[in-house]
């Protein structure tokens, strides 16, 4: 282990939450030249309760930590312990984002080149499958008096570097060090020549659990840099760290450019419904603000839930929530903001004049005093910038990304709709990959962003029907590369 000095750590703690669980127990083994020169032991009063199921695991109860120090009370003499070391810990992004976030709480900075071991077994000892550490233990006929326990699990690290060294030789193992600490960023269940491979284009990327279930999805315009970023923030980021945890594969699909990945990953969300993704918890059916029209000429307006918004209501629409409550909560404000009545915005239920009335936030369409054409035109400037936005083309457009001048997307768009989705590349193939067919409330954020922004309009060209026919074809070929190229810009 040449001259380096390592601090073989490990830690118990009340749970696996960064921002609420706390250590309890914390052992740190310095060693130089391969021979222990220093130890560092403590239980740790956490100031929070101790499940049940942590003390059946550790044996550590509330009342063994009662008169321990806490974190605060050992900060210096950790910080000093641990200083011009290597941080070694079995699964070591674990160990040292809890102690970087304890150090962080006390307002005392921290950091510190890391060592993983369980990540270095897997790379010297690669024909195993199993690189926990009862799985180490059991290979290589490591005592642990204490499993479990800090000091024990800690001692255990310390008896497979040994080993480890001793078996490999000391070349191969400062290699295997070398290797992993390059490596440490990556969670230990992925292969990190896998991720370092990934493409750095535009696309969206997929975190996939030890069981196939789906983890994330995201999308980005450089790939492997994105991927990257969720595990150096592990530290920090309580969500980050859960999934560094779980990830036990990752996949990409590449796109054209970043308007493909956003409507891509807004798909995925949807059909697959990962557990990280905030969008994936959301609603399916939406709420849509409809306008009508009173028996005395006054606009007025309904809620209502709705799968999906038909092309052919989208004029009859003067805003899509979320939820009830979201959309309830706006129509207060907007009335409020634009002296609206509440009562033909269907938030008050009274006889007579509305609440309203008594604020001087009404002019009494109500009661029919207000005139008619000057209260709907407050009703449509109100709910001008919330209304699904007027589709500025007369027909279908076609939305084209290149990347590299080679490979491309080419979108097919009509009244906000996504009709299809055709991959090209220079050499002559061309493929229909998706057919939608249908109005997506965040496609259509998406795209609407997108079409408005007049940086994007060299991108966008509006189809002639004959055009328009060649493209929307359901044969297998149903359009040649060189229609594409007649047709594209």
Same mark, same amino acid.
């Given at each position: 282990?040449?001259?380096?000095?390592?601090?073989?750590?490990?830690?118990? =703690?009340?749970?696996?939450?960064? $921002?609420?669980?706390?250590?309890?127990?914390?052992?740190?083994?310095?060693?130089?030249?391969?021979?222990?020169?220093? =130890?560092?032991?403590?239980?740790?009063?956490?100031?929070?309760?101790?499940?049940?199921?942590?003390?059946?695991?550790?044996?550590?109860?509330?009342?063994?930590?009662?008169?321990?120090?806490?974190?605060?009370?050992? =900060?210096?003499?950790?910080? @000093?312990?641990?200083?011009?070391?290597?941080?070694?810990?079995?699964?070591?992004?674990?160990?040292?984002?809890?102690?970087?976030?304890?150090?962080?709480?006390?307002?005392?900075?921290?950091?510190?080149?890391?060592?993983?071991?369980?990540?270095?077994?897997?790379?010297?000892?690669?024909?195993?499958?199993?690189?926990?550490?009862?799985?180490?233990?059991?290979?290589?006929?490591?005592?642990?008096?204490?499993?479990?326990?800090?000091?024990?699990?800690?001692?255990?690290?310390?008896?497979?570097?040994?080993? *480890?060294?001793?078996?490999?030789?000391?070349?191969?193992?400062?290699?295997?060090?070398?290797?992993?600490?390059?490596?440490?960023?990556? +969670?230990?269940?992925?292969?990190?020549?896998?991720?370092?491979?990934? +493409?750095?284009?535009?696309?969206? @990327?997929?975190?996939?659990?030890?069981?196939?279930?789906? $983890? @994330?999805?995201?999308?980005?315009?450089?790939?492997?840099?994105?991927?990257?970023?969720?595990?150096?923030?592990?530290?920090?980021?309580?969500?980050?760290?859960?999934?560094?945890?779980?990830?036990?594969?990752?996949?990409?699909?590449?796109?054209?450019?970043?308007?493909?990945?956003? $409507?891509?990953?807004?798909?995925?969300?949807?059909?697959?419904? +990962?557990? @990280?993704?905030?969008?994936s918890r959301r609603v399916k059916k939406l709420v849509v603000v409809r306008k009508t029209l009173t028996e005395y000429g006054y606009l007025a307006v309904s809620l209502e839930h709705i799968d999906t918004v038909l092309l052919d209501d989208l004029q009859n629409i003067l805003g899509v929530y979320k939820s009830l409550t979201q959309a309830k909560q706006s129509l207060k404000k907007i009335g409020y903001d634009h002296e609206l009545c509440p009562k033909l915005l269907g938030i008050e239920k009274t006889k007579g004049a509305c609440f309203y009335i008594q604020l001087n936030k009404c002019g009494g369409a109500c009661l029919g005093t207000e005139e008619k054409l000057t209260y709907?035109?407050?009703?449509?400037? *109100?709910?001008?910038?919330?209304?699904?936005?007027?589709?500025?083309?007369?027909?279908?457009?076609?939305?084209?990304?290149?990347?590299?001048?080679?490979?491309?997307?080419?979108?097919?768009?009509?009244?906000?709709?996504?009709?299809?989705?055709?991959?090209?590349?220079?050499?002559?193939?061309?493929?229909?990959?998706?057919?939608?067919?249908?109005?997506?409330?965040?496609?259509?954020?998406?795209? *609407?962003?997108?079409?408005?922004?007049?940086?994007?309009?060299?991108?966008?060209? +509006?189809?002639?029907?004959?055009?328009?026919?060649?493209?929307?074809?359901?044969?297998?070929?149903?359009?040649?590369?060189?229609?594409?190229?007649?047709?594209?810009?």
């Amino acid at each position: 282990m040449n001259n380096q000095v390592f601090c073989i750590v490990d830690i118990e =703690t009340t749970g696996c939450g960064l $921002l609420h669980d706390r250590i309890i127990d914390i052992s740190a083994i310095k060693v130089k030249e391969g021979k222990i020169i220093a =130890t560092f032991q403590s239980l740790l009063n956490p100031n929070t309760y101790i499940p049940s199921s942590i003390t059946n695991i550790t044996g550590i109860s509330s009342d063994d930590v009662k008169y321990a120090p806490s974190f605060d009370d050992i =900060t210096l003499e950790l910080k @000093y312990f641990l200083e011009s070391s290597i941080f070694v810990a079995h699964n070591a992004r674990f160990d040292y984002g809890f102690i970087k976030n304890e150090f962080r709480r006390v307002g005392v900075p921290f950091s510190s080149p890391v060592l993983c071991t369980a990540r270095l077994s897997k790379y010297l000892f690669p024909r195993y499958r199993r690189h926990n550490l009862d799985a180490i233990i059991e290979r290589f006929d490591i005592k642990c008096e204490a499993r479990h326990r800090a000091c024990g699990d800690a001692k255990a690290t310390y008896d497979f570097l040994m080993k *480890a060294s001793e078996k490999v030789g000391s070349k191969k193992f400062a290699e295997g060090v070398k290797k992993v600490m390059g490596d440490r960023a990556i +969670p230990v269940n992925l292969e990190a020549a896998k991720i370092r491979s990934l +493409p750095e284009t535009p696309g969206v @990327y997929f975190f996939y659990g030890k069981d196939g279930e789906v $983890l @994330y999805v995201g999308k980005s315009k450089n790939l492997r840099t994105r991927v990257m970023s969720h595990f150096a923030q592990h530290h920090s980021v309580q969500k980050e760290m859960r999934i560094s945890q779980a990830v036990h594969r990752v996949e990409v699909e590449e796109t054209a450019g970043e308007l493909g990945a956003l $409507l891509l990953e807004s798909s995925h969300i949807k059909n697959m419904s +990962p557990l @990280y993704n905030r969008m994936s918890r959301r609603v399916k059916k939406l709420v849509v603000v409809r306008k009508t029209l009173t028996e005395y000429g006054y606009l007025a307006v309904s809620l209502e839930h709705i799968d999906t918004v038909l092309l052919d209501d989208l004029q009859n629409i003067l805003g899509v929530y979320k939820s009830l409550t979201q959309a309830k909560q706006s129509l207060k404000k907007i009335g409020y903001d634009h002296e609206l009545c509440p009562k033909l915005l269907g938030i008050e239920k009274t006889k007579g004049a509305c609440f309203y009335i008594q604020l001087n936030k009404c002019g009494g369409a109500c009661l029919g005093t207000e005139e008619k054409l000057t209260y709907n035109k407050k009703v449509l400037t *109100a709910f001008k910038y919330r209304k699904i936005k007027t589709w500025p083309y007369e027909g279908p457009v076609m939305i084209e990304e290149k990347r590299n001048n080679e490979n491309g997307e080419a979108f097919i768009v009509d009244n906000w709709c996504l009709l299809t989705v055709i991959k090209f590349d220079d050499g002559g193939e061309c493929e229909q990959v998706r057919q939608d067919h249908a109005f997506d409330y965040d496609a259509y954020k998406i795209l *609407a962003r997108y079409i408005m922004n007049p940086i994007n309009k060299r991108t966008i060209k +509006p189809l002639t029907s004959t055009e328009y026919k060649a493209l929307i074809n359901y044969t297998e070929n149903f359009v040649t590369t060189e229609e594409l190229v007649t047709i594209s810009l």
